[in-house]
């Protein structure tokens, strides 16, 4: 985001070398480390990665480092929040849910063609067959797939 937020480079110091050390041993190609001023919009902690390929970043709130700078465990703290957002990388969740996701999409679009145009379908909630009400139809599959929507 940096339209609205200022990205500074982590200075170096013994948080940088952890998180460095850390981004070694899972792997991630780390590229660059950044601390943005989110404490200008909001008192919300957070820290996160981004980039393609062999070219990644990770990100730090200023809120963050703010919270645990009086902390004699700060630094332990910060390198276990990112410990986690770096295990989404090694678990490739990323990858994982994207493909969820598009498996959903094609599936959901294949079953739509499928009830369509289904008689049965507008029967069971009422509608008449003819002529077929398709805005109703859109919206009675969407009330059938709603269980499954919601598991997913």
């Not at 294949?110 to 379908?121: A, Q, R, S, Y």
Request: proline residues 5%; positive net charge.
């Amino acid at each position: 985001a940096p339209l609205f937020n200022k990205f500074t480079p982590l200075p170096d110091g013994s948080l940088r070398s952890e998180i460095e050390t850390l981004a070694k041993q899972v792997g991630f190609p780390l590229t660059k480390l950044y601390v943005i001023d989110g404490s200008k919009r909001s008192a919300h902690s957070n820290a996160y990665f981004y980039g393609f390929f062999k070219n990644k970043r990770i990100v730090l709130y200023d809120t963050l480092l703010n919270h645990f700078k009086d902390d004699t465990d700060g630094n332990n703290h910060i390198v276990a929040i990112l410990a986690h957002e770096l295990g989404h990388f090694k678990l490739n969740h990323t990858w994982k849910n994207m493909t969820i996701a598009i498996t959903n999409t094609f599936v959901t679009f294949f079953l739509f063609g499928l009830m369509i145009n289904n008689d049965n379908m507008y029967r069971s909630f009422g509608f008449p067959v003819s002529p077929r009400p398709i805005l109703m139809g859109l919206l009675c599959f969407m009330k059938v797939l709603e269980p499954v929507n919601h598991v997913l």
